[in-house]
């Protein structure tokens, strides 16, 4: 079985200050790992993904990501917060042994950047 | 390329009538989901498809069925709605296990 946690319900952040949104996994096997963000009253959009190779994945609008196999992990990150970016963030896994792909998604974390 | 579509937006049911919410997908992807999104739940996978004429359950399928009689259509049915379906539903697809999945705008359904 497959689960992801955030372990937090909500992140507050001034603008132009860095801004960390944690996820932990858990699968059988090798994980592939998703982050996504949603808007309010918008469908979820993709932020970026780690697959294989370098730990460090970029995605889009300036964020990054860091997959840690020693500790489970695949933190959001971005340098500089802007107040654009408050929305809620889902991290998800799918485990590479699943033949069917089912994605995992954890329980969200609403991200607050206030100016 | 229109992505993921769905109809209706917003739907208020009756406790006991059904429905079917629409997806439909213009980019010939293989497998599609349905979740459902509610507070604090992040998102869970009610049922899903690798290709047409193949379906399985997800993790909270009870009250809901599915078909795919095509590769562009999956539409989800409640078969007798009930308050605990309030929620919001999202149809998803992608190509492949690896790949990107994208996702609709969303169904927002509202039992009484």
């Known amino acids: 079985a497959q689960s992801v946690a955030q372990p937090e319900d909500q992140v507050n952040v001034a603008e132009r200050n860095p801004l960390t949104v944690k996820c932990t996994y858990s699968v059988s096997g090798n994980p592939y790992l998703f982050w996504y963000v949603q808007y309010p009253n918008r469908g979820l959009q993709f932020l970026l993904k780690?697959?294989?190779?370098?730990?460090l994945v970029k995605g889009s609008y300036g964020f990054e990501a860091e997959f840690n196999k020693s500790q489970t992990s695949f933190h959001l990150k971005k340098p500089s917060a802007l107040v654009s970016d408050s929305a809620l963030y889902f991290c998800?896994?799918?485990?590479?042994?699943?033949?069917?792909?089912?994605?995992?998604f954890g329980a969200g974390t609403q991200v607050v950047v206030t100016p | 390329n229109a992505g993921v579509t769905q109809t209706p937006k917003f739907q208020v049911l009756k406790t006991g009538q059904s429905m079917t919410l629409q997806c439909a997908q213009d980019m010939n992807h293989e497998y599609m989901s349905w979740y459902r999104q509610d507070p604090g739940m992040g998102l869970r996978l009610i049922h899903y498809?690798?290709?047409?004429?193949?379906?399985d359950q997800g993790e909270v399928p009870n009250g809901y069925n599915v078909s795919r009689s095509t590769t562009e259509d999956f539409p989800l049915r409640l078969l007798s709605a009930a308050p605990s379906q309030t929620s919001v539903y999202f149809c998803a697809s992608r190509q492949g296990p690896q790949e990107t999945q994208y996702f609709g705008p969303g169904t927002r359904l509202l039992v009484l």
């Open positions: 998800a896994v799918r485990d590479r042994g699943d033949s069917w792909g089912k994605l995992q």
């Open positions: 780690y697959i294989t190779g370098d730990n």
């Open positions: 498809s690798v290709g047409a004429g193949i379906t």
